[in-house]
T-cell receptor
Framework: AQSVTQLDSHVSVSEGTPVLLRCNYS??????LFWYVQHPNKGLQLLLK??????LVKGINGFEAEFKKSETSFHLTKPSAHMSDAAEYFC???????????FGGGTRLMVKP | SQTIHQWPATLVQPVGSPLSLECTVE??????LYWYRQAAGRGLQLLFY??????ISSEVPQNLSASRPQDRQFILSSKKLLLSDSGFYLC??????????FGPGTRLTVT
């Protein structure tokens, strides 16, 4: 069995400051991990994925995430927030061979001017 | 490149009416296909997934059904909608063992 916990349901940052969205997972085998972003009334867009290669994964729009097996974490970061980053972010773990996904509850990121 | 389409974008239906939501994928062959529902303020719930034509698995028992009449077409249906069927419906596709790519979604309101 596997699960994903996003530790913050809401995160608020000021424009130009760093972003940290926290995610912990549990999995009985080496997982594939993903971060998706969803803007209001839109579909989900893949930001980045980890599939047992480099532990530091770079994604689109300046986001990156670090896989830490000892901490079972996959936190998403960005050095400087932009207003357009305001959205819902989902941490996701694959259930088996990447075909089935388990979603975290989501973190809503708000960016203040 | 691959693209995924969903329609309609929005739909308002009365309780007890039928439903048909369509999803099509272009630019790939024999994809895995998925239907999710996202209720207001909540995460995504997997409803159905398909690994091939006429190969559909249901994750959650409910009054919805899915069909895959063609390789790249996935349809979500209901004979009689319930108020609880309201939500944002997302279709997704993946290739074997890889990440999923989502469509733009359909906002369904049952009144």
């Amino acid at each position: 069995a596997q699960s994903v916990t996003q530790l913050d349901s809401h995160v608020s940052v000021s424009e130009g400051t760093p972003v940290l969205l926290r995610c912990n997972y549990s999995s009985s085998y080496s997982p594939s991990l993903f971060w998706y972003v969803q803007h209001p009334n839109k579909g989900l867009q893949l930001l980045l994925k980890y599939t047992s290669a480099a532990t530091l994964v770079k994604g689109i729009n300046g986001f990156e995430a670090e896989f830490k097996k000892s901490e079972t974490s996959f936190h998403l970061t960005k050095p400087s927030a932009h207003m357009s980053d305001a959205a819902e972010y989902f941490c996701v773990v694959s259930r088996n061979a990447g075909n089935m996904l388990t979603f975290g509850g989501g973190t809503r990121l708000m960016v203040k001017p | 490149s691959q693209t995924i389409h969903q329609w309609p974008a929005t739909l308002v239906q009365p309780v007890g009416s039928p439903l048909s939501l369509e999803c099509t994928v272009e630019g790939t062959s024999n994809p895995n296909l998925y239907w999710y529902r996202q209720a207001a303020g909540r995460g995504l719930q997997l409803l159905f997934y398909s690994i091939g034509i006429d190969q559909i698995s249901s994750e959650v028992p409910q009054n919805l059904s899915a069909s895959r009449p063609q390789d790249r077409q996935f349809i979500l249906s209901s004979k009689k909608l319930l108020l609880s069927d309201s939500g944002f419906y997302l279709c997704a596709w993946s290739e074997q063992g890889n990440e999923q790519y989502f469509g733009p979604g359909t906002r369904l309101t049952v009144t």
